[in-house]
């Protein structure tokens, strides 16, 4: 093994795999193309991030979900993740640079009050709290069916305003459901339809737009 030559660099091994993808993508759909070149970026990040071809047909892009999340980003927004895995994902180097706010509030001690309060998850109870920010606001969702619902449902009753919302929550119960309703709904989002998801794919879904501002 030692003597075997293999790719070390971080960049190389990224765009090898880029490369890959694309090949892997005209071997399953010769005639698949991309709406955009973001959505090209986004999709096959995806794919980088899970192995998961799947993503090719499954990522629904909605109310120009990219154009708002861009904005958010370029005037100082805030980001905010269901999970701490999300979060710890992202390239928060990037939003620092750029003046993005960041942030899961899963943890914090208002939340858990909050949820013990309503007899409601710790998912909803942040999204309550979160709703309380003066900035544009992105909601990125990679776990828990029920904050999509309590961002839907806040935004139905004029309690929260939102740029935009990546919801790829995984599993089996509600996250299909939760995530048609956000794609049904009126509200610019990236969802992935079906049971596939999960903060990693949040992450890289975020990521993606983070390194394609222009």
Known sequence: MAD????????????????????????????YTFNSPIEEQIIKRAIHTTADFDYMHSLRFTHDAIKHIKHAIMNHGTIITDTTMALSGINKRKLDQLGVNYHCFIRDPEVRELANKKGI??????????AELPTEKVFVVGNAPTALYK????????????????????????????KDELVNSDVPAIAAVGRKGGSNLAAALTNAIIYNLD
């Open 4 to 31: 075997e030559k293999y790719i070390t660099i971080p960049n190389k091994i990224t765009e090898k795999s880029f490369v890959m993808i694309q090949d892997e993508i005209d071997k399953i759909d010769p005639n």
């Open 121 to 130: 998850t710790r998912s909803m109870a942040a999204i309550e709290v979160a």
């Open 151 to 178: 961002i839907l449902e806040m935004i139905k009753e004029n309690r929260l305003t939102v740029a935009a919302v990546i919801g790829v929550p995984v599993g089996f119960v509600e996250a299909k459901e939760s």
